[in-house]
């Protein structure tokens, strides 16, 4: 219940502020499936899931940087795990290119800070530590990079909607983490614009 109360009072504050104070140009709220995986990646062959149900996100976009490349928009996002799973937060940067008339895709670049499992907390061969992997995405590093692409359809002139595909990871092999299970969202948003 907290959570959800904090992302609705920030949603209401950013539109609440004058005008000239402003540095939010987008608001949005979605709704992603979590830990959406792909075959090969189950944990077990049932096609069980360490973890699922549904995040509630809300994710404020600030003005273009125009001296850096791209001019990209910095992002911050919070997502709620409604079943009581990992959830994070994260800022990054992300570019908006219209390929055709109401259509934009929008890739992104950034970091998350999230609150579940790293890694295994009981020795191989435990009973326990079989089930804690079955219940746990096991993500490596508190700190993971989160890369997005979204495509989005215009409504009107202050509102679209959009699907996103996001990838959580830390690295792995690249890094030397040994636990990098990752995380994989499909989420639906719609995006109000001031």
């Known amino acids: 219940m907290g959570v959800h109360f904090v992302l609705i009072c920030a949603a209401m504050l950013t539109f609440a502020a004058p005008a000239r104070a402003r540095v939010v140009d987008e608001v949005r709220i979605g709704v992603a499936a979590h830990n959406v995986r792909f075959s090969g990646h189950d944990p077990d062959e049932s096609g069980h899931r360490a973890e699922g149900g549904a995040d509630l996100e809300l994710e404020i976009v600030s003005s273009q940087l125009r001296a850096v ?4 928009r910095p ?22 290119w219209r390929f055709a008339p109401r259509w934009t895709l929008e890739p992104s670049v950034g970091v998350a800070v999230h609150n579940g499992a ?10 326990r530590a079989e089930e804690y992997a079955h219940t746990h995405l096991l ?14 359809r215009r ?19 690249l890094f030397g983490h ?17």
């Open 75 to 96: 992002y911050a996002i919070l997502s709620a795990n409604l079943a009581g799973d990992t959830s994070y937060a994260a800022a990054g940067l992300l570019w908006r």
């Open 118 to 127: 790293t890694h295994n907390p009981y020795p191989p061969g435990d009973p």
């Open 69 to 72: 490349f791209g001019a990209p």
């Open 178 to 194: 040994s636990d990098n299970e990752g995380l994989n969202e499909i989420a639906l948003r719609y995006t109000i614009r001031r």
């Open 155 to 173: 409504l009107s002139a202050g509102q679209s909607v959009g699907i996103s595909l996001v990838h959580l990871s830390n690295g792995g092999a």
């Open 139 to 152: 993500l490596g590093t508190r700190a993971l990079f989160r890369e997005t692409l979204a495509l989005d």
